[in-house]
Structures are given as structure tokens and as C-alpha cells.
């Protein structure tokens, strides 16, 4: 029978965090399960081509059910499904959130996730190529660096925004988040720095870490309430392996609550319907989801605008409170860059430019149950974007901010057409409706094993799921309330302190274990 330590299902963001820190001392024995594959497309190495990658074999390719709000259009879900999770497919973009947001947990009833608690497992991470202070560490495994060769429109993004009265912000990681600059990004010598390239591929061949890829993970499997193990899927065959410590679920916002609820912990009522045994009823698994929609501002332009190899595209952004509130975290966040962003009924054929505008801090909700008790058949998921009317009102904020930056003097001279939502759409009326048509996702989930102690919450403080033994989450979904801005870097640091707080039981066990021997 194979026995490891730890098992940890899903080399994502956190994942590949985990399998590093957990494997350091040589002696902990770490299984990282894997449903996708290395990053072997030559696309992973190119920023530019990071959309490229999506609806390939390592993309889940996941779809929101019709979304009611929004003219009951279906909204894509990239997942990456590789080593290194979405790090191996997402723009690359290094935010790690407000302060507010992680003072915000501990408010919530989470000791340990204030926003000083955190900062030091951001650092751990780090190896910051330019900035030097207090909030920033050279030390880290994850390159993060500023972009090589910005176009000029989203430089000149910045200088309007600065004209307009915004603070011009060289860090949106350090003192304060509001203004406007160009963005960090996750790449190392002009190619993507994924968490599978930084803590993962370094680090294969210690023998105490095993990476098993194409594996799909079917079920946890218990003893009463406690984690004994995990069955899964590899070359068309059935595995179980058995744990000694603990199984970390790190399979993502959308597949740590699927499989939750495929081994009988959620709504007892939604797992009696599909005929799986209870082990917990813990109705909170798959509610709370939340993500960042956005709506987009393009313009034709008049000469060519072709972006470089290195670049995300997303370059430039802003961050602000759309009532010019400094004492809580912003609202919005903008990206732009030198393509035309618009929705497919909008698009134009030649050079173009543009933003997104981004809805941060969403207050509609979202859900996850299954469709089936098959682990093969997607989820059934259902965001609610814009449910709630001060969602709907931010975005139309956002697009008369974006004009008025767009319409600076500093882009007569790059400025043609506007094709999105386009000149004759001026009035509320025809904005709200353009918003419905096209608003889209930022590709953002969390929530869904919220932390916590309330009664909706699946994992506790030391993200340990509530009701049984020998099981964490640690990924996006462990949030209770979305981060200000871009996911990855978050995930990362819940990895890096979920391994503190791994490390720190597993020496308790072992010396309960020398007590009673």
C-alpha cells in the first residue's frame, strides 16, 4: 500500500507552492497529483500569446450556466490545466490586493490574515527586480518585473490618468494602491514565470516529492470523518493512495468544492439528490463565489500598434474609489493596452487600443453545485454577475472614466473611431444596455470554501475543512471576500502560509506521537 505524508491534489498557484516548502527538510514524503500536463506548448513561454492558450488541452475550458443578468449569455471560465494551474495560462499581472482586503478577513473572524500577518509570506515569495522597500523582498523564488518594452498608448494611459488629477503610481504593491502605472508581471528573462517554473521544475528531482501528471482525482476517501486518502484516474486505470498527515485539496475556486461534494461533504440535501453518502453536511461548500467582471472601451487606431513579444498586453492600470475614498480599498481597476479590447460584436479590423474597466469589490453572488455524481461532468456554475444594481452602476462609472481618459490630448494623435461601446451610445440608457451585452469576466474566482466560523464557512482560520480530519484547502477558494485586484499573487501567499501552517501541525503530531510511544 503507498503511503505518503501529504498529498496534494492540483499543481496550480498554491499547489506548487505546497509540494516546494512541504519537501524542503528531505524527510516529508509529498504525492502532487496533477489533472493536466507540463506547459510544453511553445505559447507558455510568451507573454503575448497568453489568450492563445485558452480552449487548448490545458485550458479546463469551463462555461457559466445563462447568466440572467446579462441577456442570459454564457460566460467562458479559463482554468488552466497544467503544472502550474492558471499561472500557466493568466496575464502574468503581480497585484497582491489592498491592505484593507486581508484586514477585512481577520474583521471577519480569521486571526492570523491581517494584512501585516500576510505581508511576509508576499515577501517570501519575491524576487522583486526593481523595487526596494519595506514591502518588497530579492529573496523569493517568483521573478516579478517590470514590463520590457510598454507600447506608447499605455504609457500615455498613464500620463492622461496623471492629467486627470489620479496619483501616478509606481507601485500598486506598496504604500497605497490607488493611481495609475504600469504593471508588475510574473516573467523572467521575457518569458512567463509560472509557479510550476518557479517552484516546481527546480525542485523534481528531490526524492522525497513524487508528480504524478494526466491524474484526475475522483474522490477523497475517509474513515468515519477522518482523510485517510485519495482514488484517482491515471492511463485509464483507478489508483488509491493513502496519506499519513493530511490530503490538501489545491485543485482551484471550481474543483476543490467539486470534490468536496463528489466525497459527500456539502448540502446534505443537494449530495442525498445525486444519490452520494454524507460524510458532512457543510452547506457552504460552492456558495460564495465571486469574480471581477469587466466591460470594455476600444478605439481604432491610426497607426499601427503592434505589441511587443514580452508584452501582457494588459500593461497599463488605475486603481480608484469611484467616490474618491482613499480610507477603504478601490472599486476599480483598469487595464489597458495597445489592442482593440471589445467584444466579438464589436470588432474592428486593423490597429487598435483600448481598456477594461473592472468591477473589484462585486457584491452579487455566485454558486457551484453538481450536475451529476460523475466526476468527468462540469459543475453546474452560476455567477450572477451584475445582480446587484451598484455592480452595474460602478461599470457605467467606469466607462465615462475611461472616455475621459481616452479623449486626453495626449491620444489625438493615435485616436481614430471609437468602436466600443461606440459614439452614438451616450446616454445611460444605451451604456447599461451595451454593459449587459457585453460585460465579461476578468477570470478571477474565489469564495467557494470560504474561511471562516460562521455557518456558511467550509475551512477554518488554519484552512482546515470543518467537520473532518486530515484535510485543508488551500487555493483562491479559501477567500471569504475577493482580493482588490488580480488572484494570483494572493493564492500564492495562501500557499506560502498554508505551508507554515502545515509544517507547524505536522511537528505537533509528531511530538504527540513520541509522547504516547
Same mark, same amino acid.
Given at each position: 500500500m503507498t503511503e505518503y505524508d501529504y498529498i496534494v491534489i492540483g499543481a496550480g498557484s498554491a499547489g506548487c507552492v505546497l509540494a516546494n516548502r512541504l519537501t524542503e527538510d528531505g524527510k516529508t514524503t509529498v504525492l502532487l497529483l496533477e489533472a493536466g500536463n507540463p506547459a510544453n506548448l511553445p505559447e507558455h513561454q510568451v507573454p503575448l500569446y497568453w489568450i492563445k492558450l485558452w480552449g487548448t488541452e490545458v485550458d479546463w475550458a469551463y462555461f457559466t450556466e445563462e447568466e440572467p443578468y446579462l441577456k442570459n449569455r454564457k460566460i467562458s471560465c479559463p482554468r488552466g490545466k497544467v503544472l502550474g494551474g492558471s499561472s500557466s495560462i493568466n496575464a502574468m499581472i503581480y497585484i497582491r490586493g489592498s491592505r484593507h482586503d486581508y484586514d477585512h478577513w481577520q474583521e471577519l473572524g480569521n486571526p492570523g490574515w491581517s494584512y501585516q500577518d500576510v505581508l511576509p509570506y508576499f515577501k517570501k515569495s519575491e524576487n522583486q527586480q526593481r523595487i526596494t522597500s519595506e514591502f518588497h523582498s530579492v529573496d523569493g523564488l517568483l521573478s516579478v518585473t517590470d514590463p520590457i518594452a510598454p +507600447?506608447?498608448?499605455?504609457?500615455?494611459?498613464?500620463?492622461?490618468a496623471v492629467a486627470l488629477g489620479y496619483e501616478r503610481n509606481p507601485d500598486f504593491n506598496g504604500t497605497q494602491q490607488s493611481g495609475a502605472g504600469l504593471y508588475q508581471l510574473t516573467v523572467k528573462d521575457g518569458k512567463r514565470e509560472s509557479t510550476a517554473t518557479a517552484f516546481l521544475l527546480p525542485i523534481l528531482e528531490r526524492p522525497n516529492l513524487t508528480v504524478t501528471t494526466s491524474a484526475l482525482v475522483t474522490r477523497l476517501l475517509f474513515e468515519g470523518t477522518r482523510t485517510i486518502g485519495v482514488e484517482y484516474l491515471h492511463q485509464g486505470t483507478i489508483h488509491q493512495t493513502f496519506v499519513n498527515q493530511e490530503v490538501i485539496l489545491s485543485a482551484g475556486t471550481f474543483d476543490s468544492p467539486k470534490l468536496?461534494?463528489?466525497?459527500?461533504?456539502?448540502?446534505?440535501?443537494?449530495?442525498?439528490?445525486?444519490?452520494?453518502? =454524507? =460524510?458532512?453536511?457543510?452547506?457552504?461548500?460552492g456558495q460564495n463565489l465571486q469574480d471581477h467582471p469587466d466591460v470594455a472601451v476600444a478605439y481604432q487606431a491610426t497607426q499601427d500598434l503592434q505589441p511587443a513579444s514580452t508584452s501582457n498586453i494588459a500593461e497599463a492600470g488605475l486603481f480608484l474609489h469611484t467616490e474618491g475614498r482613499l480610507d477603504v480599498a478601490p472599486d476599480l481597476q483598469f487595464f489597458s493596452g495597445p489592442i482593440l479590447w471589445a467584444h466579438p460584436a464589436y470588432a474592428r479590423q486593423g490597429p487598435g487600443f483600448g481598456a477594461v474597466a473592472c468591477l473589484i469589490n462585486p457584491q452579487s453572488r455566485g454558486s457551484l453545485t453538481l450536475r451529476s455524481a460523475s466526476p468527468k461532468d462540469p459543475l453546474i456554475i452560476r455567477m450572477n454577475y451584475l445582480q446587484s444594481e451598484s455592480d452595474l452602476q460602478k461599470l457605467l462609472a467606469g466607462i465615462k472614466i475611461l472616455r475621459q481618459i481616452f479623449h486626453s490630448d495626449v491620444f489625438d494623435e493615435f485616436r481614430g473611431e471609437e468602436a466600443a461601446p461606440g459614439a452614438d451610445n451616450k446616454s445611460d440608457e444605451a451604456l447599461l444596455a451595451y454593459i449587459r451585452e457585453t460585460c465579461d469576466s476578468v477570470y478571477h474566482p474565489v469564495g467557494t470554501c470560504?474561511?471562516? &466560523?460562521?455557518?456558511?464557512?467550509? =475551512?477554518?482560520?488554519?484552512?482546515? =475543512?470543518?467537520?473532518?480530519?486530515?484535510?485543508?484547502?488551500?487555493?483562491? +477558494?479559501?477567500?471569504?471576500?475577493? &482580493? &482588490?485586484g488580480n488572484t494570483n499573487a494572493p493564492t500564492i501567499m495562501i500557499g506560502e502560509k498554508a505551508a507554515d501552517l502545515i509544517k507547524a501541525a505536522g511537528r505537533v503530531s509528531q511530538q504527540a506521537l513520541l509522547i504516547t510511544t
Amino acid at each position: 500500500m503507498t503511503e505518503y505524508d501529504y498529498i496534494v491534489i492540483g499543481a496550480g498557484s498554491a499547489g506548487c507552492v505546497l509540494a516546494n516548502r512541504l519537501t524542503e527538510d528531505g524527510k516529508t514524503t509529498v504525492l502532487l497529483l496533477e489533472a493536466g500536463n507540463p506547459a510544453n506548448l511553445p505559447e507558455h513561454q510568451v507573454p503575448l500569446y497568453w489568450i492563445k492558450l485558452w480552449g487548448t488541452e490545458v485550458d479546463w475550458a469551463y462555461f457559466t450556466e445563462e447568466e440572467p443578468y446579462l441577456k442570459n449569455r454564457k460566460i467562458s471560465c479559463p482554468r488552466g490545466k497544467v503544472l502550474g494551474g492558471s499561472s500557466s495560462i493568466n496575464a502574468m499581472i503581480y497585484i497582491r490586493g489592498s491592505r484593507h482586503d486581508y484586514d477585512h478577513w481577520q474583521e471577519l473572524g480569521n486571526p492570523g490574515w491581517s494584512y501585516q500577518d500576510v505581508l511576509p509570506y508576499f515577501k517570501k515569495s519575491e524576487n522583486q527586480q526593481r523595487i526596494t522597500s519595506e514591502f518588497h523582498s530579492v529573496d523569493g523564488l517568483l521573478s516579478v518585473t517590470d514590463p520590457i518594452a510598454p +507600447s506608447v498608448t499605455s504609457q500615455q494611459f498613464v500620463e492622461a490618468a496623471v492629467a486627470l488629477g489620479y496619483e501616478r503610481n509606481p507601485d500598486f504593491n506598496g504604500t497605497q494602491q490607488s493611481g495609475a502605472g504600469l504593471y508588475q508581471l510574473t516573467v523572467k528573462d521575457g518569458k512567463r514565470e509560472s509557479t510550476a517554473t518557479a517552484f516546481l521544475l527546480p525542485i523534481l528531482e528531490r526524492p522525497n516529492l513524487t508528480v504524478t501528471t494526466s491524474a484526475l482525482v475522483t474522490r477523497l476517501l475517509f474513515e468515519g470523518t477522518r482523510t485517510i486518502g485519495v482514488e484517482y484516474l491515471h492511463q485509464g486505470t483507478i489508483h488509491q493512495t493513502f496519506v499519513n498527515q493530511e490530503v490538501i485539496l489545491s485543485a482551484g475556486t471550481f474543483d476543490s468544492p467539486k470534490l468536496l461534494m463528489l466525497s459527500g461533504i456539502g448540502n446534505a440535501q443537494h449530495l442525498k439528490s445525486l444519490d452520494i453518502p =454524507v =460524510v458532512v453536511d457543510l452547506p457552504g461548500v460552492g456558495q460564495n463565489l465571486q469574480d471581477h467582471p469587466d466591460v470594455a472601451v476600444a478605439y481604432q487606431a491610426t497607426q499601427d500598434l503592434q505589441p511587443a513579444s514580452t508584452s501582457n498586453i494588459a500593461e497599463a492600470g488605475l486603481f480608484l474609489h469611484t467616490e474618491g475614498r482613499l480610507d477603504v480599498a478601490p472599486d476599480l481597476q483598469f487595464f489597458s493596452g495597445p489592442i482593440l479590447w471589445a467584444h466579438p460584436a464589436y470588432a474592428r479590423q486593423g490597429p487598435g487600443f483600448g481598456a477594461v474597466a473592472c468591477l473589484i469589490n462585486p457584491q452579487s453572488r455566485g454558486s457551484l453545485t453538481l450536475r451529476s455524481a460523475s466526476p468527468k461532468d462540469p459543475l453546474i456554475i452560476r455567477m450572477n454577475y451584475l445582480q446587484s444594481e451598484s455592480d452595474l452602476q460602478k461599470l457605467l462609472a467606469g466607462i465615462k472614466i475611461l472616455r475621459q481618459i481616452f479623449h486626453s490630448d495626449v491620444f489625438d494623435e493615435f485616436r481614430g473611431e471609437e468602436a466600443a461601446p461606440g459614439a452614438d451610445n451616450k446616454s445611460d440608457e444605451a451604456l447599461l444596455a451595451y454593459i449587459r451585452e457585453t460585460c465579461d469576466s476578468v477570470y478571477h474566482p474565489v469564495g467557494t470554501c470560504k474561511m471562516g &466560523t460562521d455557518s456558511d464557512s467550509v =475551512v477554518d482560520p488554519e484552512l482546515r =475543512v470543518h467537520g473532518v480530519k486530515g484535510l485543508r484547502v488551500v487555493d483562491a +477558494s479559501i477567500m471569504p471576500t475577493i &482580493t &482588490t485586484g488580480n488572484t494570483n499573487a494572493p493564492t500564492i501567499m495562501i500557499g506560502e502560509k498554508a505551508a507554515d501552517l502545515i509544517k507547524a501541525a505536522g511537528r505537533v503530531s509528531q511530538q504527540a506521537l513520541l509522547i504516547t510511544t
